[in-house]
Nanobody, 124 residues
Framework: QVQVMESGGGLVQAGGSLTLSCQYS????????IGWYRRASDNERELVAK???????DYGDFVKGRFVASGDIAKHSLHLRMNDLQPEDTGVYLC??????????????????WGQGTQVNVTS
């Protein structure tokens, strides 16, 4: 029901830049969250940037103004411009698309959909 595809990863030297793109296809009406996460060598997934309809854009603490996320839920696309990349930014970057549902008791439920990820390697 949701297909997510990332592109734009690659190899870059420290201080360089990359732009990641994500395109997703869906017929689901409740897509309200889009964003980027990354998985480093320790296999922990951490937030890069995300936003939800009606809320502000959130960045992970490590971003520190280096990355700029943009997207359009209506156009099913999002991008991540990454500047001043450092070796610790190496990892698999994952596009996230979230459905938001409410139960009969008004309990909020999020269903996450993920792409396979795009590899970013930063050399010193």
């Amino acid at each position: 029901q949701v297909q997510v595809m990332e592109s734009g990863g690659g190899l870059v030297q420290a201080g360089g830049s990359l732009t990641l793109s994500c395109q997703y296809s869906t017929t689901l009406p409740n897509i309200r969250i889009i964003g980027w996460y990354r998985r480093a060598s320790d296999n922990e997934r951490e937030l890069v940037a995300k936003w939800e309809i009606g809320a502000s854009l959130d960045y992970g603490d490590f971003v520190k103004g280096r990355f700029v996320a943009s997207g359009d839920i209506a156009k099913h696309s999002l991008h991540l411009r990454m500047n001043d990349l450092q070796p610790e930014d190496t990892g698999v970057y994952l596009c996230n698309v979230g459905e938001v549902w409410y139960s009969d008791r008004n309990e909020r439920k999020i269903v996450d959909h993920w792409g396979q990820g795009t590899q970013v390697n930063v050399t010193s």
